[in-house]
């Protein structure tokens, strides 16, 4: 006897309805107390290992996020940080780790010699020493427990001033977090022994600018760009001792002035027909090489200038999208299933410099640097479903978690948006101090870090589920 297709169709949302009550009463009942959710019985991610979150797009499956908060609603904990840094903070066992830098004071001649070799135009920082640190915070508590001292730099290349000497974020798998600063070294520390196994400094290249790319991993490999005015190429390194496994120059033709030759971009790995690509984008051109040995597997120039560029690209739909950076941004929706690749669609108004995308369902979202216009298009075609003022400067790329989406500002807003074709502002939320690091998010907690502090922001109070 077959059962009729509309009963059938009941029965199935009888099912749904009944595992979702499930689900709340089992929330209400982890809260009932006052606790968090059990991660156990919820089977939250407890990891963040890398810039934007385990798969690099900026998701999180956390759950039960707060919609608003400022300094005196919400807040866990607060701990203000030594030193200055604009990595976003990685997690694993229970701790929140970072890099920072402390730097001494450049002499007036020291400062002359540095400007006299500048061949930019942009303003800088100039330090006479830099040293570089990795610190840890406890998630449950925000107790700072390690400030463990890396390496020191002397009279290291200036930095812009909106850059930091610790801007790329560090990676953290099983216990060892591998920190990366550019032509200034990269070191991996064991987190257990509080050990530095070992540092490299073989990379030297000039980045005008400072560091900015951040690093991933492949296997035995950390892989990064090296991507400045004077030499351009990619590197990996083998994680157990720090020696290099390959090193790909970069083979595109480029604008013949050095100061558009550099780029601050942060790989990403996906798979094209079954096979892994490494994708690189640099001054002009996205690469795609072999993660496993650096061959270079194609590129494909932006057919427009592109260079300095920060945000990482973020996949979907078969398809890669990225922003261009300077001098005007364009976001390039790449078709990854067409042989060659090549560029299904543009967008040429409001594309962020270093902001990084962010794709939900068929939506992809941005703001600009300046003036903070959110715009949401349509990732599979590119048309405009709204664009929005939502005002500041941004330089933090950002998440989504919880069915929300958070973009926070230089200017120490971070405002939460429903995700959708059109425009819903769920709140603002303002804290004291400027957002560089991207906001995270792990089980029913949002981890903030500014340019003073780290915070804790707590999940939903026992009326929220209860609501």
């Keep these: 006897m077959t059962m009729p297709q509309s009963l059938s169709k009941k029965i199935a949302v009888l099912l749904k309805s009944l595992i979702l009550t499930a689900l709340i009463i089992s929330l209400q ?21 890398q810039f934007r979150g385990p798969g690099g797009q900026g998701h999180s499956d956390a759950i039960l996020l707060p919609k608003s908060w400022n300094e005196k609603q919400n807040v866990s904990w607060k701990t203000p940080l030594p030193g200055q840094g604009w990595s976003s903070p990685v997690i694993e066992n229970g701790m929140i780790w970072m890099t920072s830098s402390t730097q001494k004071a450049a ?3 020291e400062i002359d010699k540095k400007l006299a070799k500048n061949t930019g135009s942009q303003p800088l920082t100039i330090v006479g020493e830099v040293t570089f640190w990795a610190l840890g915070v406890e998630f449950k508590s925000g107790k700072l427990v390690h400030e463990i001292k890396l390496f020191s730099r002397k009279s290291p290349d200036p930095v812009h001033t909106l850059n930091s000497f610790a801007s790329p974020t560090p990676i953290i798998e099983d216990g060892k977090l591998y920190c990366h600063f550019g032509t200034n070294g990269t070191a991996c520390l064991d987190t257990q022994k509080k050990e530095v196994v070992w540092i490299n400094d073989d990379v030297k290249i000039n980045h005008e600018n400072g560091p900015g790319s951040s690093p991933t991993l492949w296997k035995d490999k950390l892989i990064f760009h090296c991507d400045g005015s004077d030499k351009q190429y990619i590197l990996a390194l083998y994680k157990k001792n720090g020696e290099q496994a390959w090193k790909t120059d970069r083979s595109g033709k480029m604008h013949p002035n050095p100061q558009l030759k550099k780029a601050y971009g942060t790989p990403i790995v996906t798979k094209i027909n079954g096979k892994p690509h490494l994708l690189s984008p ?17 590129k494909l120039n932006y057919e427009t200038l592109g260079f300095s560029i920060v945000p990482r690209p ?3 739909h078969g398809k890669a999208y990225m922003c261009t950076s300077f001098m005007r941004s364009q976001l390039l929706a790449i078709d990854l299933q067409s042989s060659p690749p090549k ?8 594309v962020p410099n270093m902001p990084s995308p962010i794709l939900v369902g068929d939506e992809i979202y941005f703001t600009n640097d300046k003036g903070g216009i959110l715009t949401c298009l349509n990732a599979k075609t590119g048309d405009v479903h709204f664009k929005e003022r939502l005002g500041g400067n941004f330089s933090a790329s950002p998440l989504y978690a919880d069915g929300k989406l958070f973009f926070s500002n230089r ?11 059109e425009f819903k502002l769920l709140s603002t939320n303002e804290l004291d101090g400027a957002h560089f690091a991207s906001i995270i998010a792990l089980q029913s907690s949002l981890i903030v870090r500014t340019d003073k502090a780290i915070y804790r922001i707590q999940g939903a109070s026992k009326a929220e589920i209860r609501r």
């Design 107 to 109: 002499t007036k001649e």
């Design 29 to 49: 009942s982890q809260f009932a107390t006052g606790g968090e959710p059990s991660p156990k019985s919820i089977k939250l991610t407890q990891k963040w290992p």
């Design 343 to 350: 560029i299904a669609w543009r967008h040429k108004r409001g």
């Design 411 to 421: 200017e120490g807003k971070t405002f939460v948006i429903q995700p959708g074709k």
């Design 282 to 298: 640099a001054s002009d051109w996205l690469y795609a090489y072999n993660p496993d040995n650096g061959d270079e597997l194609w």
């Design 314 to 316: 973020v996949l979907g």
